[in-house]
T-cell receptor
Framework: RKEVEQDPGPFNVPEGATVAFNCTYS??????FFWYRQDCRKEPKLLMS???SGNEDGRFTAQLNRASQYISLLIRDSKLSDSATYLC??????????????FGKGTKLSVKP | EAGVTQFPSHSVIEKGQTVTLRCDPI?????LYWYRRVMGKEIKFLLH????????ESGMPNNRFLAERTGGTYSTLKVQPAELEDSGVYFC??????????????FGPGTRLTVL
């Protein structure tokens, strides 16, 4: 079983739609959580960190449920420019490497006009 | 401020040859990471430098891979001899502080390696 699991998609949505991505992680020692965005043939870029209390950045809302080991990303009012692959990423705090990122395979989003 | 840079952007070599990838982190960043994405798989950690020291190399696939960071500035990742399964995109990332789990890692554009 992969340490970070995501639905690969693709999610094809119209402009203006609301779309939600989910991610589960298997290692309870995971301590920090992030969503990265990766455009085609580009490098991953940090979209937002994810906190237990939930956090929002404009049209983007991230949630963490530690009990269920589940992370989500909600995108409201989708734009064409949101089309990308969204990577769920965790960092372990102990029992292994500290600091290195553990990636899911990513969820592909395509926003259509 | 310049971001993380990597060279070359693409490399096509034959099985058995040697390739050296270079990464220049953001100036002042002590932490430098190498990651790799092979086709169809997730991005995976290879190793982590803090300044010139290898903090963690648990992700290095085998002894055909050698990473160095002399002087704690740029880093090289050498593959010798290259095998077909080494094909993929090699990303370098850097971050400023050590010991902070939430410190942002900034990625370079990657080197796309193809081994024929």
């Amino acid at each position: 079983r992969k340490e970070v699991e995501q639905d690969p998609g693709p999610f094809n949505v119209p402009e203006g739609a609301t779309v939600a991505f989910n991610c589960t992680y298997s290692n309870s020692a995971s301590q920090s959580f992030f969503w990265y965005r990766q455009d085609c043939r580009k490098e991953p870029k940090l979209l937002m960190s994810v906190y237990s209390s939930g956090n929002e950045d404009g049209r983007f809302t991230a949630q963490l449920n530690r009990a269920s080991q589940y992370i989500s990303l909600l995108i409201r009012d989708s734009k064409l420019s949101d089309s990308a692959t969204y990577l769920c990423v965790v960092i372990r705090a102990k029992g292994g490497s500290q600091g290195n990122l553990i990636f899911g395979k990513g969820t592909k989003l395509s926003v259509k006009p | 401020e310049a971001g993380v840079t990597q060279f070359p952007s693409h490399s096509v070599i034959e099985k058995g040859q040697t390739v050296t990838l270079r990464c220049d982190p953001i100036s002042g960043h002590d932490n430098l990471y190498w990651y790799r994405r092979v086709m169809g798989k997730e991005i995976k950690f290879l190793l982590h430098f803090v300044k010139e020291s290898k903090q963690d190399e648990s992700g290095m696939p085998n002894n055909r891979f050698l990473a160095e960071r002399t002087g704690g500035t740029y880093s090289t990742l050498k593959v010798q001899p290259a095998e077909l399964e080494d094909s993929g995109v090699y990303f370098c990332a850097s971050s400023l502080r050590t010991g902070y789990l939430t410190d942002t890692q900034y990625f370079g554009p990657g080197t796309r390696l193809t081994v024929l």
